[in-house]
């Protein structure tokens, strides 16, 4: 199935994250960059698409889950978002081969 997944990027901060904060719960991941930026991103959307364009409940969700996991991110104004087209298999599970 192909589904569409979004990522966003922060305006850079001093050194806050050194490594990737997986959510499991949200299904939510942080990292940041070495300009500075936090890369960020969520669930899939929950319908299949080949559209490489995001939708609003998406980034709500993700960025409540920023929020959720760390309060002081609710500040950062965003510079960046994309959205690309990623097959995944039914069961979520990768293909190694």
Request: charged share 20%; proline share 5%; hydrophobic share 40%.
């Amino acid at each position: 199935e192909t589904h569409v997944l979004q990522a966003f990027v922060t305006e850079p901060l001093k050194p806050l994250v050194d490594h990737v904060i997986i959510f499991g719960a949200e299904h939510f991941y942080i990292s940041q960059s070495d300009k500075g930026g936090l890369v960020m991103g969520g669930d899939l959307d929950g319908f299949n698409s080949y559209a490489q364009r995001g939708g609003l409940p998406i980034i709500e969700h993700t960025l409540q889950s920023a929020k959720a996991l760390m309060p002081s991110l609710s500040r950062l104004r965003l510079l960046r978002h994309w959205a690309g087209a990623m097959d995944m298999t039914m069961d979520g599970s990768p293909i190694i081969g």
